[in-house]
């Protein structure tokens, strides 16, 4: 075997390619837009490249591509954690795909650990993106079904890989599903409703697309207050919180993106979009001009997806345990209701395990878990006890 690194366009496509070759007889397997991945490590995309780099690889045997891996550091990331009790200086690998084979997993790891060391990091995180916590990060572990847009997919034995390695589990994201019926609702989010409304401080609002960056406005003051005690989760800038809403704007579907406010204020939201996978099966991660209007045809038209997918759920900290997550569940039921719903499955993605307020709201609202993804570690100095993640304060 014998590894390389990707230099060429050739290089690139080979290794955008793989994966569908690994995956070609799994009819689970949706391939991304090739265009989303290539932009995570296209310097003029990707902000982290200012303080940051990353380096990709494909693995081979006899001239056969079995792997592929990626490693990547962004240093106020990795300073965050180093600042953490038992902390260390952290960098990522992740698009890590490849055959059952113990020993082309560990080249694979080897290479990105060796490229990580060499550039003062002290563990690694895996699977990862270079980028958002919400994009193709995590290992499945548990609900090999179809996946949901941007949530990676691969096969039952890339966790003993990991594992065997020497990984361990840094912390659980948790995927929760529920039918969208009156009938799934629980009595209690009613009566939290009711007991919320009480207040007349409080009103509830779903996207205006005429007036779609004051809404993203409101997005970042509240991700900024709600999310800041995430370890290793950054604030946003106005400016990122606009390019997000104008990047989902064609396919934006404002009844499943719900606003609270307390007099006037921005104090939450409970964000969904469709669940765009649908859409791109069978499109082989080509995004010319012809599967775009194909994506907005399946999405508008043919209301392919019937699946909404969480995006973000948060609240400011001064106004949590007053009934607002169950509040903005039940702004979400009113449309959900209504006779043109097109949507009869909702997922909540991306719940921590170690954010168990969440879970618990998840579940109170019906839903289930039917996937587990892991978020690995991996300490270079094997001596060194191993933390994993937790909830701050």
Same mark, same amino acid.
């Given at each position: 075997m014998n590894i390389s690194e990707v230099k060429t366009k050739k290089d690139e496509q080979q290794w955008l390619d793989f994966p569908a070759k690994l995956y070609e007889d799994d009819p689970h397997y949706v391939r991304p837009m090739d265009s989303e991945i290539r932009n995570i490590f296209n310097p003029m995309k990707n902000k982290l490249f200012r303080h940051g780099d990353a380096c990709r690889w494909l693995l081979f045997d006899e001239g056969k591509i079995i792997g592929r891996i990626a490693a990547f550091y962004d240093q106020k990331t990795s300073d965050t954690y180093a600042r953490e009790e038992n902390g260390q200086p952290t960098g990522g690998c992740g698009f890590f795909d490849c055959i059952d084979n113990q020993d082309a997993a560990n080249m694979l790891f080897d290479t990105a650990r060796q490229w990580l060391q060499q550039r003062g990091l002290e563990a690694m995180d895996g699977p990862v993106n270079f980028g958002d916590r919400d994009y193709f990060w995590g290992c499945l572990i548990e609900g090999f079904t179809d996946p949901v847009y941007n949530m990676p997919y691969n096969y039952p034995y890339y966790g003993k890989l990991f594992e065997n390695y020497g990984f361990q589990v840094f912390f659980r994201q948790l995927t929760l599903g529920m039918g969208v019926t009156n009938e799934n609702m629980s009595p209690v989010i009613h009566e939290k409703y009711e007991r919320l409304m009480r207040n007349p401080g409080y009103t509830f609002e779903i996207v205006d697309k005429k007036n779609l960056y004051k809404y993203a406005d409101? #997005? $970042?003051?509240?991700?900024?207050?709600?999310?800041?005690?995430?370890?290793?989760? *950054? !604030?946003?800038?106005?400016?990122?919180?606009?390019? $997000?809403? %104008?990047?989902? &704007?064609?396919?934006? %579907?404002? =009844?499943? $993106?719900? #606003? *609270?406010?307390? %007099?006037?204020?921005?104090?939450? #939201? #409970?964000?969904? $979009?469709?669940?765009?996978?649908? *859409?791109? !099966?069978?499109?082989?991660? !080509? %995004?010319?001009?012809?599967? !775009?209007? =194909?994506?907005?045809? =399946?999405? &508008?038209?043919?209301?392919?997806c019937n699946r909404a997918i969480s995006l973000a759920f948060g609240v400011v900290p001064k106004h949590r345990v007053k009934g607002l997550e169950a509040a903005l569940v039940y702004s979400f039921e009113q449309q959900a209701l209504k006779e043109d719903f097109p949507y009869n499955d909702l997922q909540f993605n991306w719940i921590g395990d170690f954010n168990p307020p969440m879970i618990k709201l998840a579940k109170s609202v019906g839903a289930e878990i039917v996937k587990t993804h892991a978020t690995y570690r991996y300490l270079f100095d094997r001596e060194k006890p191993f933390t994993r993640a937790t909830l701050q304060k």
């Open positions: 409101d #997005f $970042m003051t509240i991700y900024n207050e709600a999310w800041g005690v995430i370890p290793g989760v *950054a !604030k946003i800038t106005r400016q990122h919180a606009h390019a $997000m809403l %104008d990047q989902l &704007k064609p396919i934006l %579907d404002p =009844r499943l $993106m719900h #606003f *609270a406010y307390y %007099d006037g204020e921005p104090v939450a #939201f #409970f964000l969904n $979009m469709p669940d765009l996978n649908q *859409a791109y !099966k069978g499109l082989h991660g !080509k %995004d010319h001009l012809l599967n !775009k209007l =194909r994506i907005l045809w =399946r999405v &508008k038209v043919a209301h392919r």
